[in-house]
T-cell receptor, first 112, second 110 residues
Framework: NAGVTQTPKFQVLKTGQSMTLQCAQD?????MSWYRQDPGMGLRLIHY???????DQGEVPNGYNVSRSTTEDFPLRLLSAAPSQTSVYFC???????????FGPGTRLLVL | KQEVTQIPAALSVPEGENLVLNCSFT??????LQWFRQDPGKGLTSLLL?????REQTSGRLNASLDKSSGRSTLYIAASQPGDSATYLC?????????FGAGTTVTVRA
């Protein structure tokens, strides 16, 4: 049982490049989400999913796309990277409202 | 929009002292409140979850209270140890999202 895994751990992009941050969980959780964490600020929700085929926007969705084709995977796509997207990205999964959310180790992204 | 505030932003105490971390939120229509621990460069680890119908939760040296009507929660850590040094995050659940505070960074001096 690996919990929530994220790849890569660290990535450097140039402005305008695109990339996909991977997130997978092996706990059969319906709910998955992506957050970004910036210095001095709390984590902010980017997108979330309540099950395969269902996604919705969070607080800061602009510049990001998601899809949920399986229960296990919830990738986050940066369409055209901007320096403002430099951040640490966390994926989480859980049973909504009933228990805690389990967080992955994070992906540190630097956009130059 | 839910706003979550954590005070103080940083705290330094000698080993053995009790820690008191505060969290306040503006919208009392929450499902639950959670306290997380984050070590530098790491992900979040859940410490305690308090459902909206509960007043407190305890786990070992940790005790968290919830006063939903006043929009406040307090995390108590008894007899602090250097290993308790970390950032502690408070998060409340509304609809389908967690709203986080910016955290309190705790340093326990040996």
């Amino acid at each position: 049982n690996a919990g929530v895994t994220q790849t890569p751990k660290f990535q450097v992009l140039k402005t305008g490049q695109s990339m996909t941050l991977q997130c997978a969980q092996d706990m059969n959780h319906e709910y998955m989400s992506w957050y970004r964490q910036d210095p001095g600020m709390g984590l902010r929700l980017i997108h979330y999913s309540v099950g395969a085929g269902i996604t919705d926007q969070g607080e800061v969705p602009n510049g990001y796309n998601v899809s949920r084709s399986t229960t296990e995977d919830f990738p986050l796509r940066l369409l055209s990277a901007a320096p403002s997207q430099t951040s640490v990205y966390f994926c989480a999964s859980g049973i909504w409202r009933q228990e805690t959310q389990y967080f992955g180790p994070g992906t540190r992204l630097l956009v130059l | 929009k839910q706003e979550v505030t954590q005070i103080p932003a940083a705290l330094s105490v000698p080993e053995g002292e009790n820690l008191v971390l505060n969290c306040s939120f503006t919208d009392s229509a929450i499902y639950n409140l959670q306290w997380f621990r984050q070590d530098p460069g790491k992900g979040l680890t859940s410490l305690l979850l308090i459902q909206s119908s509960q007043r407190e939760q305890t786990s070992g040296r940790l005790n968290a209270s919830l006063d939903k009507s006043s929009g406040r929660s307090t995390l108590y850590i008894a007899a602090s140890q250097p290993g308790d040094s970390a950032t502690y995050l408070c998060a409340v659940t509304n609809d389908y999202k967690l709203s986080f505070g910016a955290g309190t960074t705790v340093t326990v001096r040996a």
